[in-house]
């Protein structure tokens, strides 16, 4: 059966086109800084939106009917949406998709039961995966939708309840490895607390890495080879949640031994949400090395949730390119649209609109933070501002071997430092140039 009778593939066909069912900046086989567009963004779709999401919110039901769902049988019903997933994968050319355990299959009454769901699952996308070539950029474990997590998941104050979450995550980390997943993520969900008057605080994070600890020692035993990611998010659904931002994921990474093996996915709208942009927590995660991967969504600017938009917001995703220029690229992950589309956007075509829309953004940001960067004087320019310590005794001071006193020395000796301005407009209009 068809679930999108009438799309085609979609193509690149430039920006003079007026088919809005094509892509008018990303070609995938363009190239950029030495590969080309679909390896630089790994474009995946994430299962829970565009599969799942109905469009329900806390005021009324869901308003999408989607054609693959209504099935009394969990693995049929599984199956169903897995051929749409793929249908719709193919025909928009996004190579990867990400997925929670439950995206994929009901959760069965057991875990057993749900491991043979997953089972029969992963055998239905082994076959469409062959004959697609759409890969696993991800799979998680979905820790916080059903009741018993209500306070948490490893962070639970119930031991029983932490170990029924180790057991859901050895089954979703054995399902990514059937499906030959590139990377798995551990998103905290409500790992956190509603009050710290009940809560341990202490005690909940030494339970977190403990957690985390045996899910990769259990992967690795099983030769699982890929990146395992953190993805931090301040708040909501719990109100503080431990992985609020990148800063405090790396140090509680640091300080549990972790930080060899978990890298970080950096969610625009988490990211908006801890009080930082995009661009700065890319930024952080890439210091530390660990710049993993993304989820690319965007929030509403009047909004103090997780609103979860496409993403539409060339500036933004400029700087973010930037970024991930400037450092590399990404670790092992790739683009996962973390997005929805809004509740009243009921048509099937929607769901390639957004997608087409996000992957356009990217492919025209990191063109043009391509171009910033090979023809325009921001690198120079920022290098400029920071070469009094290129040699003398600023080289000196970054090696290390001035101390405090010397340094008193030589500031009484200069008198008072030549004022040198930022220049913060001049470099936002180089930007805006490129776009
Ligand atoms: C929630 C969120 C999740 C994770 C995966 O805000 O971003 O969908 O990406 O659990
Ligand atoms: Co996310």
């Known amino acids: 059966m068809m679930y999108f009778p009438n799309i085609d593939h979609i193509s690149f066909e430039g920006p003079e086109s ?10 995938r086989n363009h190239s950029v800084a030495g590969k080309t567009l679909a390896e630089h963004f790994k474009f995946a779709c994430a299962y829970w939106h565009t599969l799942c999401n109905a469009g329900g919110d806390p005021f009324g039901a869901g308003t999408r009917t989607f054609p693959w769902s209504g099935h009394q049988d969990a693995v049929s019903g599984g199956k169903a949406k897995m051929d749409a997933a793929f249908e719709f994968m193919s025909k928009l050319g996004i190579d990867y998709f990400c997925f929670h355990d439950y995206d994929l299959v009901d959760e ?38 059903h009741p018993r997590y ?10 029983q309840v932490v170990a029924r979450a180790a ?52 992967a690795r035993a099983q030769g699982f080879k890929g990146t395992f990611f953190i993805e931090p998010k301040p708040c909501e659904p719990s109100k503080h949640q431990y992985d609020y931002d990148a800063a405090t994921v790396i140090g509680f990474l640091q300080e549990n031994g972790l930080d060899k093996d ?12 801890s009080g930082h942009t995009f661009q700065h927590e ?13 989820d690319a969504n965007r929030g509403d600017n009047q909004n103090g949730w997780d609103t979860d938009q496409f993403p539409n917001n060339l500036y933004e995703i400029t700087e973010a390119m930037l970024v991930l220029l400037r450092s590399g690229g990404l670790m092992g992950g790739g683009v996962n649209f973390d997005a929805k589309v809004r509740r009243n956007s009921t048509d099937l075509d929607d769901l390639f609109h957004a997608h087409i829309g996000g992957m356009d953004l990217f492919a025209r940001g990191l063109i043009a933070a391509d171009k910033l960067l090979q023809d325009s004087a921001l690198e120079t320019m920022r290098g400029a501002r920071y070469e009094s310590f290129d040699s003398g005794n600023g080289a000196s001071f970054e090696q290390g071997t001035l101390s405090l006193e010397a340094l008193f020395d030589l500031a009484s000796s200069a008198g008072e430092p030549e004022r040198r301005s930022g220049q913060q407009e001049l470099y936002e ?6 776009l």
Not at 199 to 212: C, G, N, P, S, V
């Open 18 to 27: 007026d088919n809005p069912l094509a892509f008018r900046f990303y070609d």
């Open 429 to 434: 209009n180089i930007v805006n140039r490129s």
């Open 282 to 294: 890319l930024q952080v995660a890439a210091n530390a090395g660990m710049l993993g991967s993304i």
């Open 167 to 218: 057991g859901q995550v050895k089954l979703a980390l054995d399902a990514t490895m059937r499906l030959d997943g590139e990377n798995y993520v551990f998103w905290g969900g409500r790992e956190g607390y509603m009050s710290l008057l009940n809560t341990d605080m202490k005690r909940e994070l030494d339970h977190l890495a403990l957690f985390l600890h045996a899910a990769k020692d259990y």
């Open 262 to 273: 978990l890298k970080l996915n950096i969610e625009v709208n988490h990211a908006t949400l």
């Open 150 to 159: 209500m306070n948490g998941a490893a962070t639970n104050p119930d031991f």
């Open 108 to 145: 069965g009454g057991s875990l057993s039961e749900s491991e043979e769901r997953l089972m029969a699952m992963t055998d239905h996308a082994t076959a469409l995966m062959e004959g697609s070539g759409v890969k696993v950029l991800w799979g998680t474990a979905n820790l916080f939708s």
